[in-house]
């Protein structure tokens, strides 16, 4: 089985940073792509970055120059450092995964459990 989970989120005030983490873990073969997605009440899940392995990072148009993201690729671990938060960025983060559990397996899609981020103040 595999395992992401996901932490980092809070409360912080317009204009704030906060860093989310995920590690993957469990039977793990290979990692594609790792990323984050968020949900807002009433709203449909978005991409918010993703970072392929050995590739660039794609990010959505609403928080480039704001949010980097990162991968520790030995400990199978990605983060996103979120900065000049506004209150539009209030959401669920999700942590996404896209990996083998095997080798010559199909890649599957895994999530982590989500972590609310709050902008307001």
């Known amino acids: 089985q595999v395992q992401l989970v996901d932490s980092g989120g809070g409360l912080v005030q317009p204009g704030g940073s906060l860093r989310l983490s995920c590690a993957a873990s469990?039977?793990?073969?290979?990692?594609?792509?790792m990323g984050w997605y968020r949900q807002a009440p009433g709203k449909e899940r978005e991409l918010v970055a993703t970072?392929?392995?050995?590739?660039?990072?794609n990010f959505a148009d609403s928080v480039k120059g704001r949010f980097t993201i990162s991968r520790d690729n030995a400990k199978n671990t990605v983060y996103l450092q979120m900065n000049s938060l506004k209150p539009e960025d209030t959401a669920v983060y999700y942590c996404?995964?896209?990996?083998?559990?095997?080798?010559?397996?199909?890649?599957?899609?895994?999530w982590g459990q989500g972590t609310q981020v709050t902008v307001s103040g």
């Open positions: 970072i392929p392995t050995g590739g660039s990072a």
């Open positions: 469990g039977r793990i073969f290979s990692i594609n792509t």
């Open positions: 996404h995964a896209r990996l083998q559990i095997g080798y010559n397996t199909n890649y599957g899609t895994y």
